[in-house]
Structures are given as structure tokens and as C-alpha cells.
């Protein structure tokens, strides 16, 4: 028993078995016939048309014949080719998502522990700007007595020859005393604000580093305000912190110098301590100028530890000394192995 597809016209034997659907392309199959069924015309024959023109049996005119289809067939506009792919399904989303308020899940801002733990331990160390005004008022101060004694001097000088006048020798003399007093406090109280400093400094740098601090606290206090004993520990302290925050390569010379300046100052501040005690004019004049020499020398140590003091402070213990850059990789280029064949496209 022949079927016939009424889609694509293939038949198919289908014996004693009645189907419904073409194998092939799914369309709709004829109902079965026990004669053969005649083949189906070929492109040729559905384009021919008629030579002659088909005589009316009543012979009354003349019209044009067209070709029958056998009983049970139709006309199918099919595409050349296999039969097209089902459609899918498209799946169903669901209702469309509406918000009452506009959404914050891409607007939150979020810190890093670092920047928090900051916040909340504040540094315990005196202000920046205490420390620069402080060593500000010192090196006015200290040069403000160099230039007294110098005036000092030349009132000296004056006075081989001239008398002075009695309140002119008194001003001189009790405004040199003041002004060295004055820049003596200031001196201490810049010690002390520096010792402060490093002591924070160096907490803050080795608990960056995430090791813990050798030097007890009095130990850092006693070498760095202890006269004499200064001159041999706290530029130590001040070398421990550059190395901790690596940082020695850059200021092992400007402490060095500092350092070298600092106990030249000592040893002439305590030459013109030894020798202030002469009543005669000579030697008054002689103490005189090594006295102005240990202020120039203490002003020029005083702006050397502010120098130091700023190239620590111009970069935070939380900031790297480094800077890492991506830098290209030779080792391919120069290996000769080929990143792509020769003759290919390479891949999208």
C-alpha cells in the first residue's frame, strides 16, 4: 500500500499499516491507494505549456489548457533544500521587574581596613604643624641671638674708644641674656616635640610592617633628650626608622650630615660654656665670638633636623617607597616560536 506525502511528493510504502505523517519533511501523507500512484511531474512539466491550442468540444473557440493534477494532490510552494527547523519556543521571563525606590546595590562605597583603622586609631604623635612652627620659632631664635652678640661686638669694639652710654651697655648686655634663654626653652621644647615624633613614627612603621618595636619607650625617651647622650642614640633611632620604612638609600646622607653638624655644634656650644667666665675685656671679646659661632653652628643643625624631619613626612608609613609598572615581556619575541601559524587567519 503506496502513501504519498502532499508536502515534498515522496511515497511511501507503507504495507498494511495506514500513517499519517511524511518521515521526511512531516507533511500530511495522501490516503493510501492500492494502484500506484502516477509519478510526479518533473520543474520541466509544471513550466511546459501547450503548443497548440486546445479545441472546445461544442467548437465554439478556443482556450488554453492547463495541466491537471492527479486526484488528491495540490500545489505546495516549497523552498529548495532540507525542510526548515521547528521554531522554538521562546520561554516566558515573567513579569517585568519594577522597583519603588531606586535600587543601591551598585552605589555603595566601601573603604579599605587600613583607611578605617586610621580613622579610629588616630595617630598619638604631636601635628606637623606644631612641629614646623616650633622649629620655625627656635632658628629665628637661635639667629636672633647670633645677630645680638654680634651687635654685642661691635659694641665692644666701640667701647676701646668711645664710651658707652650706661643704658645703651645695659640693653645690649640683658637682651643678649633673654634672647639666650628664650632660644635655651625653645631648644628644649623642640627636643621634645621631635622625641615625640619619632616615638609615634616608629610605632606607626613597624606596626605597618607588621613587626614589633625592640626599643622600650624609655629607652627612646633617655637617648634622645639625655644631654651628650643624644649625640650617639637618637641619630641611631632615626637610622632604625629610615630602614624600616626603607627609606636609608635616600637619607643615610642627609642624616649623616645632620649628624656630623649636631656634634660639631655640642663641641663649640660647650668651648663657649668653659670660656664665658673671664673678666677681662680680651676675653670677654674672645667668648664673644665663640659664642656666635655655637648659634650659627646650633641654627644650622636646627634647619638640617627640620630638612630630615620634612623627608620623612613628605611620604606616609602607609604609602610604599615603591612604585611597581608593568614592564613588556622580551622572552617571547626573542624565543623564534611563532604566536600563530603562517597562512592562517587568526581566531576572532
Known amino acids: 500500500m503506496i502513501q504519498v506525502c502532499s508536502r515534498c511528493g515522496t511515497r511511501w510504502n507503507v504495507r498494511d499499516r495506514q500513517r499519517v505523517w511524511c518521515p521526511r519533511c512531516n507533511g500530511t501523507l495522501l490516503s493510501p491507494s492500492a494502484a500506484p500512484a502516477p509519478p510526479s511531474p518533473s520543474p520541466s512539466q509544471w513550466s511546459a505549456r501547450p503548443t497548440a491550442p486546445a479545441v472546445h468540444p461544442n467548437g465554439q473557440g478556443t482556450q488554453k489548457a492547463t495541466p491537471r493534477l492527479p486526484a488528491g494532490y495540490r500545489w505546495i510552494a516549497v523552498r529548495p533544500g532540507s525542510a526548515p527547523p521547528a521554531r522554538r519556543r521562546q520561554r516566558n521571563l515573567g513579569p517585568t521587574p519594577r522597583y519603588g525606590a531606586i535600587p543601591r546595590w551598585g552605589l555603595v562605597e566601601r573603604f579599605d581596613a587600613a583607611a578605617s583603622e586610621q580613622h579610629i586609631h588616630p595617630r598619638s604623635g604631636p601635628s606637623i604643624a606644631a612641629l614646623r612652627t616650633t622649629l620655625v620659632a627656635t632658628i629665628a631664635a637661635l639667629g636672633l641671638a647670633a645677630f645680638v ?167 606616609p608609613v602607609e604609602k610604599p617607597a615603591k612604585r611597581w609598572v608593568i614592564v613588556a615581556d622580551e622572552s617571547s619575541a626573542d624565543s623564534g616560536v611563532p604566536v600563530e601559524a603562517q597562512g592562517r587567519n587568526p581566531a576572532a
Open 149 to 315: 652678640h654680634i651687635v654685642r661686638y661691635a659694641l665692644l669694639i666701640i667701647n676701646r674708644e668711645v664710651l658707652l652710654n650706661p643704658v645703651v651697655a645695659w640693653a645690649a648686655t640683658w637682651f643678649g641674656i633673654v634672647i639666650s634663654v628664650a632660644a635655651l626653652f625653645l631648644l628644649f621644647a623642640s627636643f621634645v616635640l621631635l622625641t615625640n615624633w619619632l616615638i609615634a613614627r616608629r610605632s606607626l612603621a613597624f606596626k605597618h610592617v607588621g613587626r614589633q618595636e625592640h626599643r622600650p619607650l624609655w629607652a627612646l625617651r633617655a637617648g634622645c633628650l639625655v644631654p651628650l647622650a643624644n649625640l650617639a642614640w637618637a641619630p641611631v633611632f632615626v637610622l632604625e626608622l629610615a630602614s624600616v620604612e626603607d627609606k636609608l638609600d635616600r637619607l643615610r646622607r642627609p642624616i649623616a650630615v645632620w649628624w656630623t653638624v649636631w656634634v660639631l655644634s655640642t663641641a663649640v656650644s660647650l668651648f663657649a660654656i668653659a670660656t664665658s667666665f673671664p673678666s677681662d675685656a680680651q676675653g670677654i671679646a674672645d667668648n664673644t665670638v665663640t659664642t656666635i659661632v655655637a648659634y650659627l653652628i646650633a641654627t644650622a643643625t636646627m634647619v638640617l633636623m627640620g630638612k630630615v624631619l620634612m623627608a620623612f613626612e613628605r611620604r
